[in-house]
């Protein structure tokens, strides 16, 4: 390392650093004038013979993609939970069997003083609580007086220590034991708890409400059928999988195998399609070399954890070249575009040899004079 420092080592004659240095610390006032391509773009000229030239020799740009027409059987969940028969009979049974989801559970506001151990021992933190549990008691000192002054729940403390309608399933379960253990109005002794150690109190208690069968029904239906309709899901989406492989030149045995129609899309490439087809899924397998080379039905295509569809292609048509007529307008703006900035660089080498040969900006403001929308002289400023 020290050999190749030695070696990589330069000598800078005083002159060239007091010269470096001088660059490094001048500043100096600019003034531009831009040149805008958009401004040429009307005195670009294209004839025909140019079109037909730049047609010819680019003529890969201008080919149509290859594309494919697919015939698909499709599973849909929300489909299939439309047609989903519900009787009396049937939402009843199934509200005996999830009552608890139609129960709105006990909830209890709660209060708390926390002494955390982000900066504390343990046995600190312990002590601590328990010195404030100790003057809340003797009534010393209010429950809410302790919480906005000292826990370490610094949002709760400017609500005098509440912290939320408390419900089982939300929070710890250290914390929530501590809470249903306690009477309305009870203040807790020091529990360890997932923040640290803790004063709660129980300020109130919402019992837990059950819905009635009729205030769920509404509710109950729709559950109902979304149950019905995931078993059915993913039986339709066994029997189209097994058919279609086993007969994999038709989707036709598949879709009736499942009770379900074989669909359609228009044209495809391997970019864009629509609806089934924008799915980058079913365009990888529609160009894939069995489904489109060999002729066989795809494999079953899952698009969401509700969806999936097997594919195959029914027509196709390959790449061909467009004809001129059809892509002439956009070879005239390419190479009005061209022409453009090759005048835009003319212009600007001519004003700048004038510039040159003037010294100043009165050949660039000649040139712009009587023109209300060209660009002026503009001024940067000091710049280093």
């Known amino acids: 390392q020290f050999q190749a420092a030695i070696a990589t080592t330069a000598f800078v004659p005083k002159g060239q650093t007091e010269f470096y240095q001088s660059l490094r610390k ?8 831009t040149l805008k391509v958009a401004d040429f ?3 670009a000229q294209v004839t025909d013979e140019q079109i037909a030239e730049y047609y010819e020799q680019n003529k890969a740009r201008f080919m149509t993609e290859q ?12 489909e299939l939970a439309k047609d989903v028969e519900v009787t009396d009979e049937a939402l009843q049974q199934y509200y005996d069997e999830n009552a608890d989801r139609y129960l709105t559970p006990e909830s209890r506001n709660t209060s708390h003083v926390l002494i955390s151990m982000d900066s504390r021992t343990e046995e600190e933190a ?8 100790d003057v809340i008691k003797s009534g010393e000192r209010t429950f809410e007086d302790v919480a906005q002054k000292d826990s370490d729940d610094k949002v709760a403390a400017e609500n005098n220590g509440v912290v939320a309608d408390v419900v ?14 306690l009477d309305v109005n009870q203040v807790s002794e020091p529990v360890k708890t997932e923040a640290g150690y803790e004063l709660l109190r129980v300020n109130s208690i919402t019992e837990a409400v059950q819905k009635s069968f009729a205030e769920a029904r509404s509710e109950l239906e729709d559950d109902y059928r979304q149950a ?3 078993d059915l899901y993913f039986k339709k989406t066994d029997q189209v999988q097994t058919v279609a492989y086993e007969q994999s030149n038709d989707l036709t045995p598949a879709a009736q195998a499942a009770g379900l129609k074989v669909k359609s899309t228009d044209w495809v490439t391997r970019t864009k399609g629509e609806g089934i087809a924008a799915n980058p899924k079913v365009l990888t397998a ?10 066989k039905n795809s494999e079953t295509l899952e698009l969401s954890d509700t969806q999936a569809v097997v594919v195959r292609v029914t027509e196709q048509e390959a790449a061909k070249q467009k004809p001129l007529d059809d892509v002439k307008d956009e070879i005239i703006a390419t190479l ?9 660089a003319k212009k600007g080498e001519e004003l700048l040899a004038a510039l040159k040969a003037k010294g100043d900006w009165s050949v660039v403001n000649a040139e712009v004079a009587g023109k209300s929308e060209a660009a002026a002289v503009e001024k940067a400023g000091e710049i280093e």
């Open 126 to 133: 312990k002590q601590l609580a328990q010195n404030l549990y």
């Open 168 to 181: 089982i399933g939300d929070w710890g379960p250290l914390f929530e034991k501590a809470v249903f253990a």
């Open 228 to 230: 019905k309709a995931a």
């Open 67 to 78: 594309r494919v027409k697919l015939a698909y059987v499709e599973v849909a969940q929300d």
């Open 336 to 344: 009005k575009a061209q022409e453009a900035r090759k005048l835009t």
């Open 41 to 43: 773009e009307d005195k």
């Open 286 to 295: 529609a160009f894939s070399e069995d489904v489109l080379g060999g002729g």
């Open 26 to 33: 001048q500043k100096r006032d600019v003034d531009y004038f």
